[in-house]
T-cell receptor
């Protein structure tokens, strides 16, 4: 069975500082990996995705993520955080053999200090 | 295209009542998914449709939960005899078959009192 672990429940960074959110996954085949962001009371917005090819993927809002098969990781990064980035971030793995059902991690809440 | 639309956005109901939520997917998407998200947790997969066929429903939380997509367009999720533990955000998503990327709606927040 697939699973996703986001080890950091909360992270606080200063505005302008760099950010890295960790994600580890367990999946029996080549995974489809996603990062979503959720603002309070809202649905999820896709930041970026990895299907195959280049292991460094670029997304919206200046985010990027790197797929490392050897570490079963897909960490999200941003070089300079803006106050508007404060939100909940979810990593997910898609099961291609089950209609691309997504399994989500527990999320990381990002707070940004002025 | 207005994206995935869910109605209502909020629902307060008394324990024991039945509730129904509606999801309108992106028009050309033939896959539709339902997820539940409880406070402080990531979304949890419930069921999905390809066109009008419900291809996975073993993850529905109990037999009080059911979903339909009668004409392969909009879908409804019904919860019968609601319990306080059903209080959660119910999210709908849609995608193209093989397209993999799922687009989410704003969700319906259910509160059972």
């Amino acid at each position: 069975a697939q699973s996703v672990t986001q080890p950091d429940i909360h992270i606080t960074v200063s505005e302008g500082a760099s950010l890295e959110l960790r994600c580890n996954y367990s999946y029996g085949a080549t995974p489809y990996l996603f990062w979503y962001v959720q603002s309070p009371g809202q649905g999820l917005q896709l930041l970026l995705k990895y299907f195959s090819g280049d292991t460094l993927v670029q997304g919206i809002k200046g985010f990027e993520a790197e797929f490392k098969r050897s570490q079963s990781s897909f960490n999200l990064r941003k070089p300079s955080v803006h106050w508007s980035d404060a939100a909940e971030y979810f990593c997910a793995v898609g099961a291609l053999n089950a209609g691309n059902m997504l399994t989500f991690g527990g999320g990381t809440r990002l707070m940004v200090k002025p | 295209d207005t994206g995935v639309s869910q109605d209502p956005r909020h629902k307060i109901t008394k324990r024991g009542q039945n509730v129904t939520f509606r999801c309108d997917p992106i028009s050309e998407h033939n896959r539709l998914y339902w997820y539940r998200q409880t406070l402080g947790q990531g979304p949890e997969f419930l069921t999905y449709f390809q066109n009008e066929a419900q291809l996975e429903k073993s993850r529905l939380l109990s037999d009080r939960f059911s979903a339909e997509r009668p004409k392969g367009s909009f879908s409804t999720l019904e919860i019968q005899r609601t319990e306080q533990g059903d209080s959660a955000m119910y999210l709908c998503a849609s995608s193209l078959q093989g397209g993999a990327e799922a687009f989410f709606g704003q969700g319906t927040r259910l509160t059972v009192v």
